[in-house]
């Protein structure tokens, strides 16, 4: 049985796939070509990450897909409901990277916190020659801890990132309107551990009162979650992380609240625009930027390849 896995898979997942007698091929197919070669050699398996589409017009002309697994958490990339109405498996893996997407997070909020992606460039031009006043214009860094943090979005990734949150001794709050109330398990390397409560509240609460913002949540449907009102809500200085969709940030508003010194820095994993990027948000100087790479981690990826060979053996009841 013919597997394709045209964004790339795991070793960790090919090889156990191919234990179980399964031929993978991870040869990146052009979106253009991707339906002749899916028909051409009869490609019963079609896993994805972000680049790939897989819309219904794919699902059509491809009557032998019997399964389209999605590396990852969000599957906007894929028509979900029209591939199950044609009793099609779709598949993905929410929980592999949740530690991974939440580590980026904090990547960007310590970068952002201490002008670390403002230094790395300006240091190779300046930094030989202007050492001093490189120095004097970042004394003004903050620590995280005892600060805000205000999680739009309280699934399995917000989670994480609350426990970070709180092994670092920051407040954490949060809202999410299909989630009252999470229990979060704070592990120390000792096996000590703390359980912490954290009751979800209304949007406009978390804005008001959050010192960083982090935003977990699927792409919108009906306009951006934040937008020029939001910001309006947020306290002056408050700094914002995206490592969820592009398009759940008004881009332009928040350029106006970045140069108005309304946001003092954001970080920025995903896009409105992938994969082509404003070149407003990709130069400027308060915005910490990463390619969409919340899962590309070693240990996320092996955990991807292993979840999805896992769940396709169960369907397809192979042991």
Known sequence: MKILANDGLDQSGIDALSQKGFQVITTKVPQDYLMHYIN??????LLVRSATQVRR???DACPTLEIIGRGGVGMDNIDVDYARSKNIHVINTPAASSESVAELVFAHLFSGARFLHDSNRKMPVQGATHFATLKKSYEKGIELRGKTIGIIGMGRIGQEVARIALGLGMRVIAADSNVGRASIKVTFYNNQFINVDIETEPLEGVLKHADFITLHVPSQKNGYMIGAAEFAMMKTGVAIVNCSRGGVIDEEALLNALNEGKVSFAGLDV???????????LTHPKVSLTPHTGASTLEAQDRIGLSLAKQICSILQIQ
Do not use: T
């Open 40 to 45: 051409e050699n009869s490609i019963r398996i």
């Open 57 to 59: 017009e794919l699902i």
């Open 271 to 281: 896009f409105m625009n992938e994969p082509s990027p404003s070149e407003e948000i």
